[in-house]
């Protein structure tokens, strides 16, 4: 376990410098894992998870089209004149709506949706966008906590447990909305009471005419179509038999083929090309490297026996075991990417069940690891794919997001998140 672990932390420490783009590290240790022989390049190749890449590569086309059609710009002064264009009351209003989206979309998709209509407000009020962007970063993950269908782990748990849409909401939800208001009244008290806009900018917001937004009319029904058909695709995505990554590519498709028309030939390959510029292929190439490596390490045993470990220390109790799931798959999620995580402790927990009192007993020990997991991702920058995600969107956009700058408020009020849950674990199942 040795060398791939030490492979891992020194990965780690240059992407903690940030003083190389952290694609570049990844894919370079990724390289190293495979060529040192960690791993083969077929069990490399098995440990990436292309659904993801999928859903991502489909969701930042949709998300680029739709962009040109003016349609973000729209909704943002829409919504800025709906909270009278108060900075905190938009900081506030976009956590909601970030929160409440992600619970039925997967988060990453969600925040490409929402991050562009961040940008917009933002330099419209002429406020810092960092303050709004962390916080959609938390209530993306916060919100997909709630449902099977909201984070990757709840889906991986909810196959491996047989658990329902209906067990999450019913488990999960109250959770949720306690540790959304938490953190909301924290991050009011962080950024949100010193956010400030001239009246003179405030005025002008009040006064655009949203419509005026609107680049190219003909693609708006296009983009709302095909946007609300892949929310209800992905929605009943296991009615279809179908997997989000194949759902977001047929979308983006979709729109693709909408948006270029009867063109002239140059004209059709340009749209196009256009199209496959908006994803964030460092972001993506990001992921790809983060998968080998975690892959690397899972093969050596380092996962399974962090794993062991974390239920070593339980002595057999369900109610320790759940806790222990709950702070502990919290952290790992935080310094590791949480889905991993999630497939490396799911066997382990299938295995104790039988000593533990059969499935039903360790109920609480899953729904423990759900909320460890999921929230555990806004621990750090690379805890979940929508920070990446929404990382990738601000190096692209010339504000970028320092590791150490997100992880010094990200961590602690992780933290803070995994305490309300502790309590809400011990009074709701035990």
């Known amino acids: 376990m040795l060398f791939p672990a030490a492979l891992f932390v020194v990965s780690y420490g240059l992407i903690m410098t940030e003083r190389l783009n952290r694609a570049v590290i990844v894919i370079l240790a990724a390289g190293i894992a495979i060529a040192l022989g960690f791993l083969t390049q077929a069990e490399a190749i098995d440990s990436i998870d292309f659904n993801t890449l999928a859903l991502l590569i489909g969701t930042m086309i949709i998300v680029g089209i739709t962009k040109k059609s003016g349609l973000f710009g729209y909704l943002a002064i829409r919504t800025a004149q709906a909270l009278h264009a108060s900075p905190a009351g938009i900081l506030a209003g976009l956590s909601l709506v970030t929160a409440f989206i992600s619970a039925f979309l997967p988060n990453a998709t969600t925040v490409l949706f929402i991050v562009p209509v961040t940008f917009v407000i ?20 916060i919100g997909g906590t709630a449902t099977l269908i909201g984070d990757p782990p ?47 900018d405030r005025a002008r917001i009040m006064a655009i005419r949203a419509k005026g937004a609107i680049a190219d009319a003909r693609l708006v029904p296009a983009s709302l179509g095909v946007i609300l058909g892949l929310i209800a695709a992905l929605v009943f995505a296991g009615e279809l038999g179908l997997e989000a990554g194949t759902i977001a590519l047929l979308a983006a498709g979709l729109l693709m083929l909408l948006d270029h028309g009867p063109r002239p030939r140059g004209a059709r390959t340009e749209t196009v090309t256009g199209a496959f510029m908006e994803v964030d292929w460092v972001t993506i190439f990001f992921f790809i490297g983060l998968f080998v490596m975690v892959g690397a390490i899972a093969k050596a045993g380092v996962l399974g026996y962090l794993g062991r470990a974390l239920l070593a220390a339980t002595g057999g109790d369900v109610r320790v075991t759940a ?92 933290l803070v998140s995994i305490a309300v849950c502790h309590v809400y674990v011990l009074w709701r199942f035990f």
């Open 122 to 141: 933002a330099s419209e009020l002429r406020v810092p966008v960092y303050p709004f962007l962390f916080a959609e970063i938390f209530a993306s993950n």
């Open 154 to 200: 709840n889906m991986l748990i909810g196959s491996a447990a047989h658990l329902s849409f209906d067990d999450f909401l019913f488990a999960l939800a109250p959770a949720v909305v306690l540790v959304f208001a938490v953190q909301t009244l924290l991050l009011h008290f962080l950024w949100g009471r010193s956010l400030r806009a001239e009246q003179s």
């Open 323 to 414: 806790l222990v799931m709950l702070w502990g798959g919290a952290i790992v999620s935080a310094l590791l990417d949480n889905i991993p995580v999630v497939i490396a402790l799911i066997p382990l927990i299938k295995g104790i069940a039988p000593a533990m009192g059969g499935d039903a007993a360790i109920l609480p020990i899953w729904w423990s690891l759900a909320l460890g997991a999921c929230l555990g991702g806004n621990g750090t920058l690379i805890g979940s794919a929508a920070n990446l995600t929404v990382a990738g969107i601000a190096d692209r956009s010339g504000t970028p997001i320092g590791f150490w700058r997100f992880n010094a408020a990200g961590f602690p009020l992780m």
